[in-house]
């Protein structure tokens, strides 16, 4: 059930097919079996908050073809809204590719198509204008096309509207090999004013030049970032405010598949944010976020439990339910 008192959240980015090799333990050069699951940082996120309760919505474009058809009747299935899920007639779906190893560790590889060419007219601002709480986390955004145009312009305009805005730069090495300064230039204008900006350590030391987790954290504070978490994998999750930083564990799994477990961790977050009276005031509260960021802990871990990235996400019952097993 949706909780009406909630805040509205906008996820806007790339809606993918991502096929999964399900050869054990190979690359995509080796890989020569694959299904079909529905993909895409900022749905992810968008499901993720939609299965625990919060209102989403998810702003992007697939192709006019079986794939967009596929994935659209996947985020109406979760119950996020798609209202602002535009149709491409000339390109089609992007699609991923992605091969695990035993440790669930990925092989990635993208054949971009109509996520590229969202344009701000796709975007209905009335509807927008009824989000409270804004999340960017597209991997392919920032490469370029019309998509990099409306993506800048909505991330500039959440701000001016004092939105609460999340930020994930969601690098990824294959899209970036041989430009990633250019990707940190690309990243590092938009990090003034962010509130809530979820990073991996490699993120970390790519974007702040460091390799000391505590000083890439405040190199990101000093853009301009309020509130930062570092995912660490099974060790949890460094939080800082700007004031205050602490590691938070996350909980014992035998990990599956990592696929989309930062992106459920945003998500769960960002649904704790979205209950908030004040969410402009969490950055002040340390210890309402050291009680957030583990909940969002619990429910990326959970993600590593199953394979594919949108089936994998856990709803309100499930986590609640392996909350009750750990107390036990």
Not at 2 to 17: D, W
Not at 146 to 157: A, F, I, V
Not at 162 to 188: A, C, H, I, M, T
Not at 289 to 296: D, N, V
Request: charged share 25%.
């Amino acid at each position: 059930m949706i909780k009406q008192e909630a805040k509205k959240v906008l996820c806007v980015g790339e809606l993918v097919i991502d096929f999964i090799c399900t050869d054990i333990n190979v690359d995509l050069v080796r890989g020569e079996n694959y299904v079909k699951k529905a993909g895409g940082a900022p749905a992810n996120v968008a499901v993720t908050l939609s299965n625990l309760g919060v209102e989403s919505y998810f702003a992007g474009k697939v192709g006019a073809d079986a794939f967009g058809d596929f994935l659209e009747l996947t985020l109406k299935e979760k119950n996020v809204d798609t209202k602002m899920l535009a149709r491409d007639l000339e390109n089609p779906t992007t699609l991923a590719f992605v091969s695990l190893d035993s440790s669930g560790e990925r092989d990635f590889m993208f054949n971009r198509g109509a996520d590229a060419n969202h344009r701000r007219e796709d975007l209905d601002m009335e509807l927008a204008q009824g989000c409270s709480i804004f999340h960017f986390g597209s991997a392919t955004a920032l490469l370029g096309g019309d998509s990099r145009k409306t993506y800048l312009e909505l991330l500039t305009w959440s701000k001016e509207n004092n939105r609460f805005v999340s930020f994930d730069p969601n690098y990824r090495p294959d899209l970036w090999k041989g430009r990633e300064r250019g990707f940190v230039q690309e990243v590092l204008p938009l990090l003034s004013d962010v509130d809530f900006l979820k990073v991996s350590e490699e993120e970390l030391q790519l974007i702040s030049g460091r390799l000391d987790l505590q000083a890439g954290v405040n190199f990101l504070h000093q853009q301009g970032t309020k509130i930062v978490a570092v995912t660490l994998g099974e060790k949890g999750t460094f939080i800082s405010n700007g004031t205050e930083s602490q590691l938070v564990e996350s909980i014992e799994i035998q990990a599956i598949d990592a696929t989309g477990a930062g992106d459920a961790f945003v998500g769960a977050f960002l649904s704790k944010v979205a209950e908030m009276e004040e969410i402009k005031a969490l950055q002040a509260d340390f210890a309402a976020i050291i009680e957030i960021t583990s909940f969002a802990n619990r429910v990326g871990a959970m993600v590593c439990l199953r394979t594919g990235a949108i089936d994998a996400i856990p709803t309100m019952d499930e986590v609640i339910n392996i909350a009750n097993e750990m107390a036990d």
